[in-house]
């Protein structure tokens, strides 16, 4: 279900050239912000689920970044990397 959920907020990472407007950038930082904020509580399935989730997430960001041409674009998933990256 999260994959389904990662591969629907940022459904934009598939494309030949990714581009995000405002309003999906606000959604998918409010996304990465609620991951960040339950992989920090208690251990539990859920948690080691949201584990993988953020790596694969981390993964399509890295992949989708290289054929980013919109600066803007580039610079929210930039700091996506960094965010996800705390997650361990």
């Not at 339950?38 to 539990?44: A, H, I, M």
């Not at 054929?67 to 700091?79: E, G, M, Q």
Request: proline residues 5%; charged residues 25%; positive net charge.
């Amino acid at each position: 279900m999260l994959y389904d959920l990662n591969d629907g907020l940022f459904v934009e990472l598939s494309a030949p050239q990714p581009s995000i407007d405002l309003y999906r950038r606000e959604l998918q930082r409010a996304y990465v912000a609620l991951i960040l904020a339950r992989v920090e509580g208690p251990p539990s399935e859920f948690r080691a689920a949201l584990r993988l989730a953020a790596g694969d997430l981390l993964a399509k960001i890295n992949k989708a970044l290289k054929r980013t041409k919109d600066l803007v674009t580039a610079a929210h998933l930039y700091d996506l990397t960094i965010e996800l990256s705390h997650v361990r």
